[in-house]
């Protein structure tokens, strides 16, 4: 199977920063795109930035210019840099891998890390 390990969630203050990792473990022979979605209470879970195996990027409207999303294809390792955070940025933030593993391919999540910013 493939396991993911999230980190770097927490409380800031509006305008502060943080920076989510995830890392990918198991028995991956490849990974194709990788991702942070979001879930604020009440709402539905939403794409907040994606990374493609070739470093394409893909962020939502709402978070474009102010968060970066990178990857370490030699670590299995996607990062979320978070800057000038907003209130409405609150949620759990979840990682999402499309990988290739020994039972073919299927899409992998985190379990989630809270993002809490305060106004």
């Known amino acids: 199977q493939v396991q993911l390990v999230e980190s770097g969630g927490g409380l800031v203050q509006a305008g502060g920063s943080l920076r989510l990792s995830c890392a990918a473990s198991?028995?991956?022979?490849?990974?194709?795109?990788m991702g942070w979605y979001r879930q604020a209470p009440g709402k539905q879970r939403e794409l907040v930035a994606q990374i493609t195996s070739g470093d394409s990027t893909n962020y939502a409207d709402s978070v474009k210019g102010r968060f970066t999303i990178s990857r370490d294809n030699a670590k299995n390792t996607v990062d979320l840099q978070m800057n000038s955070l907003k209130p409405e940025d609150t949620a759990v933030y979840y990682c999402n891998v499309d990988a290739y593993y020994y039972l073919g391919r299927r899409e992998f999540w985190g379990q989630g890390t809270q993002v809490t910013v305060s106004s």
């Open positions: 198991g028995s991956i022979f490849s990974i194709n795109a």
